[in-house]
């Protein structure tokens, strides 16, 4: 009996991916009002008439939402129009207090733009963006037990929408432009990364199609799936049900699904609304948005470097190897520290080592902030007592536990020379007595040295692991491998 391989028989469909990317802007205070942004605050602490959706009151624009939007759109390419308009869009949910969002419609801030993705395979695609535009936050509906409360802390908080093109044909993809965005973002210091506290907020749109069919399929959103592994998860998934709804002869809804984690599944929220559903309108309460060329050039010339470029020149210029440069861009705060001590002198490849190797580990990030174990200034300094062979690597690695431990959270100051000198931390160099201290090790160990006369030359080691020892790890390695080589070798030669 034979069974029947559906794969034979199956057409090839293309998946196409186009993203919708919500990121909260890094400011201090909501888009029209002065509450602050502070995420994790009681529920309802920081909310006023404004955000509340009060009557009679006015919205005003908060100008350091503006900057950082249109920062948003300078750092993938988008073209800031100099007028754009906010527009209400219309629905009703609890959290949403004035009955619409103000967000903006025909007249976004920004067009064009793209993000450029790696393939797989080698190569790379550019995926277009549509559109960048501004627009509030909503609040939160809470459901606790039978009750559905509302914390309105959230409301008015300021978003970039940033719409991708259906340029993207797998998960892989999708996840990949998500990293690279994000991480473009959180260098111009327009959001905070922070996925899990909902600053940066995806939904796709996901659909599939015959190969060779121009006319895309039915198209289902996919909402809010908060982490760079579920979003490659849910999309192949979703293909993949799409895929086979069609082989068994069925009709895609277009839809808005939801991503069930637990079981790696898909499932029907609502069928898709369309702009006609929103009676989108222009906000009378506000004027057009006019980006003047000084605010443009403003906002050009204050555009932090973005981690590609800081790559490239830690490695074409600083001598760092690929992977170094990545590990040290990981974090705009990490790069700053890095520059920072190669500014203050530290020579950037043993900077690069050391900070890899010991800090790393002692750094703590949250959103746009992080905290040092130690100073860049204290860093350098430690380092340059290493290269000027003060001290060994050895003592670097315990000056800097010490240095540690005095600072306190990186924001103390030390003498790193004078608590070197006073724990006694001070390179074997002196010659006289390194050859004494070397001779000393090879009379007492005479079996060995016999040993490694008669050519078992692997003892060396043990040498200068004997001379390390009785010098408390002070001794020179460089210094102290060539004077036992001439001690050992000498005598092989001359000695009786
Ligand atoms: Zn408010
Ligand atoms: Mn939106």
Redesign the pocket.
């Known amino acids: 009996m034979g069974v029947a391989t559906i794969d034979e028989e199956r057409r090839p469909y293309d998946v196409v991916v186009g993203l919708e990317v919500h990121a909260q802007l890094a400011t201090r205070t909501?888009l029209f009002?002065s509450?602050e942004t502070t995420f994790g605050a009681p529920p309802n602490t920081h909310?006023?008439p404004?955000?509340a959706g009060h009557p009679g009151t006015l919205p005003v624009p908060n100008a350091e939402a503006v900057r950082l939007a249109v920062r948003a759109c300078l750092t993938v390419g988008t073209e800031v129009s100099k007028t754009s308009r906010f527009s209400r869009k219309n629905y009703f949910y609890p959290d949403l207090p004035k009955g619409y969002q103000i967000s903006q419609f025909d007249e976004p801030l920004g067009k064009g733009g793209a993000i450029v993705v790696p393939l797989e395979g080698g190569g790379t695609k550019v995926a277009r963006i549509e559109r960048i535009h501004m627009e509030e936050d909503a609040g939160k509906n809470v459901h606790e037990g039978r009750e559905s409360l509302v914390d309105l802390n959230r409301a008015?908080t300021p978003l970039v929408e940033i719409v991708g093109r259906p340029d993207l044909s797998s998960g892989r993809e999708a996840a990949e432009y998500l990293r690279i965005l994000r991480d473009a973002l959180v260098f111009a210091g327009v959001n905070d990364g922070n996925l899990e506290e909902g600053s940066f907020r995806c939904d796709a749109n996901v659909s599939v199609k015959p190969r060779g069919e121009e006319k895309l399929g039915t198209r289902v959103e996919l909402k809010n799936i908060n982490s760079f592994k579920f979003v490659e998860r849910a999309i192949t998934i979703e293909a993949a049900r799409q895929i086979e709804v069609l082989e068994g002869g069925g009709r895609l809804v277009a839809e808005t699904r939801g991503w069930d984690e637990k079981n790696e599944t898909t499932f029907s929220m609502r069928e898709k609304e369309t702009a006609q559903d929103y009676r989108y309108f222009p906000e009378p309460d506000l004027l057009p948005l006019v980006i003047d060329e000084a605010f443009l050039a403003e906002a050009r010339a204050s555009l932090p470097e973005g981690s590609a470029s800081k790559r490239a020149r830690y490695t074409e210029s600083l001598g760092l190897t690929p992977y170094a440069a990545e590990v040290l861009t990981q974090h705009p705060k990490v790069a700053a520290y890095f520059e920072e001590a190669v500014a203050l002198g530290a020579d950037p490849v043993a900077l690069g080592n050391f900070v890899q190797a010991e800090v790393l580990a002692d750094v703590t990030t949250h959103g746009l902030d992080a905290t040092f174990p130690i100073p860049a200034r204290a860093l350098s300094e430690l380092l340059s007592l290493v290269k000027d062979g003060t001290i060994s690597g050895k003592q670097g690695k315990e000056l800097y536990r010490e240095v540690k431990t005095r600072v306190g959270g990186g924001e103390g100051s030390v003498d790193v020379r004078a608590l070197a000198e006073s724990l006694g931390m001070r390179q074997l160099t002196d010659e006289t007595a390194l050859r004494a201290l070397c001779e000393k090790v090879v009379a007492e160990a005479a079996k060995q040295r016999d040993d490694y006369r008669r050519g078992k030359k692997g003892l060396f080691g043990f040498f200068v692991g004997q001379v390390m020892k009785a010098s408390q790890g002070k001794a020179n390695p460089k210094r102290t491998n060539e004077i036992l080589t001439e001690i050992l070798e000498a005598s092989a030669e001359g000695a009786p």
């Open positions: 909501k009002c509450c909310v006023c404004v955000c008015g």
